[in-house]
């Protein structure tokens, strides 16, 4: 095995660097949960996240007539980092350095970038278009996280860990739901700023209360799935899951709450100090479950 040079060393922590601060400028929700996560899988998170963060930035920031142009250069930059592991562009090395060691490939990276560049030319979506879009931009990114996490328990020397097909479940519901939440939330910004209106069906300019009622069902059956396939996952990936999926309950149930009217102009948040509680409950909740677990194990070894 080839030694890492003290040059190459830097570069890769300044990458890995780079692409935490990208996490922590953009996110609270996803960062309070990275947090709960071993050392390698929280780069490995962070690495994933910077990189769809910067196609979004593209697609939702930049939106230049050359805005196109610029994701195809990102996407080959990703594509030639994959083969290479290395890339001038920070992000992209961090991000190909976690997809070669995780199994992260282009059957995750292709539809995503497919995703991104239907936003510079799609301005409605149907039923098919929605569910192609929602696979790229989410579900796909749900199964290159769930790698990162199987990765934790990987042995040196030992492939990427293959997914079980319900884990993939899980992560693909997962990925979906936290879309779908934000689709009804930035209602207002995706429609009046970005003139985008993703929610097959509804017309951003006259939403109604049957609407969100539609929209919420499908996103609790998607949480419903992504809790089912919780147990399949490391602990310390449990943890920071049921985290994360506990604020977005907490925000489901905020945007039940709010008028409809209210959805349509002003974006729901969840407030600093009850997503450190929520966090703290959901955290409690998988270690008990832990804990009654291994008593039961105990409990039936004895018997036994």
Known sequence: MRTASTGQVLYDTT?????????????????????????????????????????????????????????????????????TEYSTNVVVHAFARTARRVGIGHAEVDPFFASMRADLTVR???????????????????????????????????????????????????????QKINFLRDLATDSDDLGRAYLPGVDPEHLTADDVRSVLGEIGGDLARARAALPLLPTRARCAVAATTALYDRLLADLAATPVATLRTRRVRVPGPVKAVVVARAVAGVLADEAGSRARAGRAAVAR
Request: net charge negative.
């Open 124 to 178: 409605t979506h149907d039923r098919e278009s929605y569910e192609r879009y929602v696979y790229g931009s989410a579900e796909v990114v749900g199964v290159m996280c769930l790698r990162a996490f199987l990765d934790a328990e990987r042995r040196p020397g030992d492939p990427p860990v293959e997914p079980d097909p319900a884990a993939v479940d899980g992560a693909r519901a997962l990925g979906a739901a936290f």
């Open 15 to 83: 990458a890995t660097r780079a692409s935490a601060l990208v996490l922590r400028a953009y996110s609270t929700s996803f960062g309070m949960g990275t947090r709960l996560l071993g050392a390698r899988t929280r780069d490995d998170i962070r690495a994933i996240y910077a990189l769809v963060r910067l196609a979004d930035e593209v697609v939702d920031t930049y939106r230049g007539p050359d805005a196109g142009a610029e994701l195809d250069e990102l996407e080959e930059q990703v594509a030639r980092a994959l083969r």
